[in-house]
């Protein structure tokens, strides 16, 4: 599977972005999908993960109430509309994604996806 992400840019403080995450080489269907971010100098953190059975969500905390992640399968896409930007919002997002299920408690883990995107920077200016 290969994955594109999409839809970063330059936002003030309080305005909003869709990232995409357009896959090809097979459906996504029936893969788990997230999103992380790394900041500057910081290490990759979780922002939000979805399950393909059910489609439950999780949220990193930071960003609980303000993101929401969503898939919309006859595009064979992963989206994240991100609205209240921080400018601590700033980081390069990455989607990932892993075939089947994932336990809910490692749906945060990094290594448990098995293919990336190439990642789309987000900068939130105060």
């Known amino acids: 599977v290969q994955l594109q992400a999409s839809g970063g840019g330059l936002v003030q403080a309080g305005g909003s972005l869709k990232l995409s995450c357009a896959a090809s080489?097979?459906?996504?269907?029936?893969?788990?999908m997230g999103w992380f971010r790394q900041a500057p100098g910081k290490e990759r953190e979780f922002v939000a993960a979805i399950d393909p059975w059910n489609g439950s969500t999780r949220y990193a905390d930071s960003v609980k109430g303000r993101f929401t992640i969503s898939r919309d399968r006859a595009k064979n896409t992963l989206y994240l509309q991100m609205n209240s930007l921080k400018p601590e919002d700033t980081a390069i997002y990455y989607c990932?994604?892993?075939?089947?299920?994932?336990?809910?408690?490692?749906?945060?883990?990094?290594?448990?996806?098995?293919?990336w995107g190439q990642g789309t920077l987000v900068t939130v200016s105060s």
């Open positions: 990932a994604g892993r075939d089947g299920r994932i336990i809910t408690s490692h749906m945060s883990r990094a290594e448990v996806y098995s293919y």
């Open positions: 080489g097979r459906t996504i269907s029936s893969d788990s």
